[in-house]
């Protein structure tokens, strides 16, 4: 049974109109993060919740903002997206943050087309 | 700032056979975990091992295992008898103890071979 779900899938937006794509989680899990994963190369973290305390990555344009109005979702809001930000968003959740043996628990990801 | 190198972009081994994923990473930091992660196509990233630095003693889960050399910052994955279903990307990760920031390597497409 999926634990972290991430909708939709798929999602074509045009150049310019925003966005917001979502996960959800049915571990009760502490930290959320976003991860931007473009073709053939490493996912890159954006941002993560721990609880309701939202920590940006220092080089994560301003464009990318985060919601988690709960505990079990968490809402990514792209303001105006350009061509570059079509990539596939991955949804992570971990138990903890400081936890020695924290593991990360990915949603299947939503694959971002711009127009 | 820490980074993980993943040199083999793609790899192939046929069924049944072993087949040894590299990483390497750069880190001044001596506590420190290591992951390896599979992503199958179009499905959700899981961890497949992962290996406490102050450990010495290799992490091993069923056919796969790591060859973790702290000295030489590398932490390498071998998958024994390899299966179909072993088909995905690899992905090597790193994480400093008691920090939430997960590095991630570019990943190796690994293929088997029927």
């Known amino acids: 049974d999926a634990m972290v779900i991430q909708n939709p899938r798929y999602q074509v937006t045009q150049f310019g109109k925003p966005v917001t794509l979502s996960c959800s989680q049915t571990?009760?899990?502490?930290?959320m993060y976003w991860y931007q994963q473009k073709s053939s190369q490493a996912p890159k973290l954006l941002f993560h919740?721990?609880?309701?305390?939202?920590?940006n990555e220092a080089d994560t344009p301003d464009n990318f903002q985060s919601r988690r109005p709960n505990t079990s979702f968490c809402f990514l809001d792209i303001r105006s997206p350009g061509l570059g930000d079509a990539a596939m968003y991955l949804c992570?959740?971990?138990?903890?943050?400081?936890?020695?043996?924290?593991?990360?628990?990915f949603g299947a990801g939503t694959r971002l087309s711009v127009l | 700032a820490q980074t993980v190198t993943q040199s083999q972009p793609e790899m192939s081994v046929q069924e049944a056979e072993t087949v040894t994923l590299s990483c390497t990473y750069d880190?001044?930091?001596?506590?420190?975990?290591l992951f390896w992660y599979k992503q199958p196509p179009s499905r959700q990233m899981i961890l497949v091992i992962r290996?406490?630095?102050?450990?010495?003693q290799n992490a091993t889960e069923n056919r796969f295992s790591v060859n973790f050399q702290k000295a030489a910052k590398s932490f390498s994955l071998k998958i024994s008898d390899s299966q179909l279903g072993d088909a995905a990307m690899y992905f090597c990760?790193?994480?400093?103890?008691?920090?939430?920031?997960?590095?991630f390597g570019a990943g190796t497409r690994l293929t088997v071979k029927p």
């Open positions: 919740y721990y609880d309701k305390d939202f920590n």
């Open positions: 290996q406490e630095a102050y450990k010495q």
């Open positions: 992570a959740t971990s138990r903890d943050r400081v936890e020695s043996k924290n593991i990360q628990y």
């Open positions: 571990l009760n899990h502490n930290v």
């Open positions: 990760a790193y994480r400093r103890r008691n920090n939430n920031d997960m590095r």
């Open positions: 880190t001044s930091e001596s506590d420190y975990y």
